[in-house]
């Protein structure tokens, strides 16, 4: 079936996903102004109060140009990799394939060894995988497919960032259970700060949740961490930290910055627009 037949099947009332009814949706703006209403009904778009309603607001109506292009995870690295002050944050080496499929022979181009694989146009899009001896990789490379052939910008109310990211698997070394250090900034201005330990898939461990300071701060978004506080050898961290995530977040008008400490050395994750597709609770202390 064409992709056009496919549409016209949906038009008849067939397929009716969440997934489809963004894909095909005449004004994408306001559907995605629909399911923030219907997923979110306490989000304030029209009025934002505070940072969950402007994070959502920005996810609708901030078309920053940049974004996309920090979005797609193979064209952040080649920036990073590009700038002579933040090129020592990538963790290397880094294998990466622009394709719309992943097969068998870009498999066997890496070296034996741990690896931990994510498509570059969408979020959580990824997995670890043991390259040896006895090892079959057909389950992760039907994984790898599955998410090429899908466009996560219709996933989550329509995260326009994502919609037009050519895709591609970018192969780096796994590292293990790494702190994730979540900067959440608007306007180049630091947050507040999380850190939180990813277990294995859809299972976290949060950790902290702080001011910009690493102090007690005024509310906490999501899930209620461990402490509120950071402890002094984070806070050497934190500083270390901070001019990376300034020159990075610059002036987007909101940015979660993610980065690892890996053995004293700041490296790259990623930059988040719009948090869990911003379906995110605010919580005052």
């Known amino acids: 079936m064409t992709p056009e037949e496919y549409r016209q099947e949906w038009l008849k009332g067939l397929y009716h996903t969440d997934y489809n009814n963004c894909r095909f949706a005449d004004n994408k703006e306001q559907f995605a102004r629909d399911w923030i209403k219907n997923k979110l009904p306490f989000v304030n778009l ?6 969950v309603d402007r994070i959502n607001w920005c996810k609708i109506y901030d078309k920053d140009e940049r974004k996309p292009l920090w979005a797609d995870k193979i064209s952040a690295h080649n920036k990073i990799a590009l700038n002579p002050n933040l090129k020592d944050i990538l963790i290397q080496p880094s294998y990466i394939w622009i394709c719309n499929e992943f097969t068998l022979d870009m498999f066997n181009q890496l070296p034996d060894g741990k690896w931990f694989f994510r498509c570059n146009h969408g979020s959580g899009w990824n997995m670890r995988f043991e390259k040896k001896k006895g090892n079959d990789p057909s389950y992760l490379i039907s ?6 052939s ?24 796994d590292l293990g259970q790494l702190k994730d250090w979540n900067f959440w900034c608007e306007n180049g201005e630091i947050k507040y700060v999380q850190t939180v330990r990813k277990l294995g898939k859809n299972l976290e461990e949060f950790m902290t949740f702080t001011d910009a300071d690493g102090n007690e701060p ?23 930290m901070k001019p990376i995530v300034k020159k990075l977040s610059s002036d987007f008008k909101f940015v979660r910055v993610d980065l690892y400490s890996i053995n004293s050395e700041v490296k790259f994750s990623e930059l988040t627009f719009s948090p869990c597709s911003g379906k995110l609770i605010l919580n005052q202390l």
Do not use: C, H
């Open 150 to 173: 899908l466009n996560y910008a219709y996933i989550g109310g329509y995260e326009w960032q994502y919609e037009n990211i050519t895709p591609g698997v970018i192969v780096q070394p």
């Open 218 to 240: 005024d509310m906490y978004i999501g899930v209620k961490p461990i402490r509120f506080k950071l402890l002094d050898s984070e806070r050497t961290i934190l500083e270390k």
């Open 143 to 148: 994984k790898l497919n599955e998410w090429l």
């Open 46 to 51: 029209d009025n934002p109060q505070n940072i």
